[in-house]
C-alpha cells in the first residue's frame, strides 16, 4: 500500500512533505549535538566529519536539492532518506562498497522480520492455522502474529503504509505494541484503542496500517476490530461470507473508537485473512484480481484445511498474475476451529 505523502518525492520548487519537515528538524538536531560535543576536550575526530555531513544535508534544503541523487538527478527513496538523511545517492547509483553494505543490512532486516512471524509449527489448542508470508521486496510492511493467551487466540493481520524498510520497522513497533497490550489483559476493544493512540503517537503525518485484530474462543466466539482493512472471510459449509471494516486505519486519528464485532465459527469453520498483495494484484489486461475472485475461490474451497486452501489460493494467484513481478506484498492467514470428534479421536 503506498502513503501519498511518502509518494512526494523531492523535486525542486514542489511541496515540502510532512517526512521533509521531520528530518530536517532531525538534522537540525543532530547538528546542535555534534556542535556541542565537538567544543568538549574528549570530541572525537571523525564526528567533525559528521558535523560536516550534516551540515551538507541541510544545505541541500536551502538549494532545494535535498532528496534528489546526485548522479541522475532523480528522487532518492524516501524510505531511505528516512533512515538516513545523509544519502546523497539512488539505490542505482550506490558504490559497489555501498552496495554491498546495503544488501547485508537488508538481508539481515529480513531475517529480523521473519523471526518476528508466528513459528510455522505453531498449533494453538483446538485450532488449525497456517499463514504465508511474502514480502514484494527484501522486507514487508504486512503485518501477521498469532498469540495465545488466557482469553482466546489472539489474531492479527494488517498492512503498514508505504513498503520497504519505513514500513517493515512500523511493522515491527505494531507487533510490540499489541504483544504488550496483550499482556495487560484489556477488554478486547480497549486493547486496540490503545494500539491506536500508541501508533498515532510514533508515526509521521500520512503513515497509518490497515488491520484486523480479533480474539477467537475455543467454544467458536470470534470477536474482532477491522480498522479499514479488507473484509475477513467467514468460510463455513454454505460458502464464505465477508465481514465488512467498520473502522478507520490505525494511525489515522489518535482518540479513535473501534466497533467491536461478534460472530461464531461452527467446528470445522475457518476464518481467512489476506493483504490487498492478493486483491489488488494485477494480470497483463490490468484487470485487478479483486475481492469478489478471492470470495467465490474460497466458497469453493471453504472445507478444505488450511494448507490446501493457502497453497490452492498462491496457485490462483500466480496464474493469475500472468508471470509480471509481484508489486506489493503478500500476507495470508487462515484459522480453522478443530471438529470436536476429530480432536476427541486424536486425544485417544
Ligand atoms: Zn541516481
Given at each position: 500500500?503506498?502513503?501519498?505523502v ?32 565537538l ?8 564526528l ?11 544545505r ?15 528522487s ?12 546523497r545517492?539512488c ?24 523471526a518476528?512471524?508466528?513459528k ?7 485450532w488449525?492455522?497456517?499463514f504465508?508470508?511474502?514480502?514484494a ?5 504486512d503485518?501477521?502474529?498469532l498469540?495465545?493467551?488466557?482469553n ?14 519505513a ?30 493512540r500508541?501508533f ?13 485484530v ?16 479488507l473484509?475477513?472471510?467467514h468460510?463455513?459449509s ?8 467498520t473502522g ?11 466497533p ?31 475481492l469478489?475472485?478471492?470470495?467465490t ?12 486452501l493457502?497453497s ?5 494467484w500466480?496464474s ?10 503478500l ?18
Open positions: 500500500m503506498d502513503s501519498s511518502a509518494k512526494q518525492q523531492a523535486t525542486a520548487g514542489r511541496t515540502v512533505t510532512a517526512e521533509e519537515t521531520y528530518i530536517r528538524s532531525e538534522l537540525e538536531q543532530r547538528r546542535e549535538r555534534l556542535r556541542a560535543v567544543h568538549s576536550s574528549a570530541a572525537d575526530a571523525t567533525l566529519n559528521f558535523l560536516t555531513a550534516v551540515d551538507a544535508a541541510l541541500r534544503f536551502d538549494q532545494g536539492t535535498f532528496g534528489i541523487c546526485e548522479t541522475c538527478h532523480e532518492i527513496e524516501a524510505d531511505r532518506l528516512l533512515g538516513d538523511p545523509l544519502v545517492f539505490l542505482d547509483h550506490l558504490t559497489i562498497a555501498e552496495q554491498r553494505a546495503l544488501e547485508t543490512d537488508l538481508s539481515l532486516a529480513a531475517r529480523i522480520q521473519r518476528l512471524l508466528p510455522p509449527d505453531f498449533a494453538p489448542a483446538g488449525d492455522v497456517r504465508h508470508y511474502q514480502p521486496g527484501m522486507v514487508s510492511g503485518y501477521c502474529d498469540l495465545e493467551t488466557d482466546g487466540l489472539l489474531f492479527m493481520l494488517g498492512d503498514v503504509s508505504g513498503k520497504g524498510v514500513a517493515s520497522m512500523l511493522m515491527s513497533h505494531l507487533r510490540a505494541t499489541f504483544r504488550s497490550l496483550a499482556e495487560a489483559s484489556l477488554p478486547f476493544g480497549r486493547m486496540v484503542e490503545d494500539a491506536n500508541i498515532c503517537e510514533s508515526t509521521l503525518a500520512g503513515q497509518f496500517a490497515t488491520l484486523i480479533g480474539r477467537a474462543k475455543t467454544d467458536g466466539t470470534v470477536e474482532f476490530v477491522s480498522a479499514g482493512h473484509p475477513l472471510l468460510l463455513h454454505d460458502g464464505a461470507t465477508p465481514k465488512e471494516s478507520v486505519p490505525l494511525g489515522m486519528f489518535c482518540n479513535s473508537r473501534f467491536v464485532h461478534q460472530f461464531t465459527l461452527a467446528q470445522g469453520d475457518a476464518v481467512f485473512l489476506y493483504t490487498d498483495g492478493l486483491t489488488e494484484a494485477r494480470n497483463r489486461t490490468g484487470q485487478e484480481y479483486g469478489d475472485r478471492i470470495r475461490r474460497m466458497a469453493c474451497l471453504s472445507r478444505s484445511a488450511p494448507d490446501a493457502i490452492t489460493c498462491i496457485e490462483d500466480i493469475f498474475s500472468e508471470g509480471l513481478k509481484q508489486t506489493d506484498d500476507t495470508l492467514l487462515v484459522m480453522r476451529r478443530k471438529e470436536q470428534d476429530r480432536q476427541d479421536r486424536l486425544l485417544l
